[in-house]
């Protein structure tokens, strides 16, 4: 099992930045590809951006590129998204998720444990 906890969200101002946390614990976290996925209201949860095992490698949604950078800290076990130029549409709950290390990409079923999800709003 991993268990991921994400933290950060809140609520901000369009253009504004914010960063997200997920910190990670249980089986050995630089075995898993970290992803960050979003769900915003009456809409399905989405792809946002993904970081391989070892951090070499990075994929995003085209909507966030230029603007969110994830990255990853094996030795803290935690994963992180900085946005910055936030826009009121990025408003949504953002999850962490963890996929075994020969399961990078960006679909969901990849994904074999979830965080909570924190919330983030961005008002225009």
């Known amino acids: 099992q991993v268990q991921l906890v994400g933290s950060g969200g809140g609520l901000v101002q369009a253009g504004d930045s914010l960063g997200l946390s997920c910190a990670a614990s249980g089986r050995t976290v630089g075995n898993y590809n970290l992803g960050w996925f979003r769900q915003a209201p009456g809409k399905e949860r989405e792809f946002v951006a993904v970081i391989n095992y070892s951090g070499r490698s990075a994929w995003y949604v085209d909507s966030v590129k230029g603007r969110f950078t994830i990255s990853r800290d094996n030795a803290k076990n935690t994963v992180y998204l900085q946005m910055s130029s936030l826009k009121p549409e990025d408003t949504a709950v953002y999850y962490c998720?963890?996929?075994?290390?020969?399961?990078?990409?960006?679909?969901?079923?990849?994904?074999?444990?979830w965080g909570p999800g924190t919330q983030v709003t961005v008002s225009s």
């Open positions: 998720a963890a996929s075994p290390l020969t399961s990078f990409g960006t679909q969901a079923n990849l994904y074999d444990f």
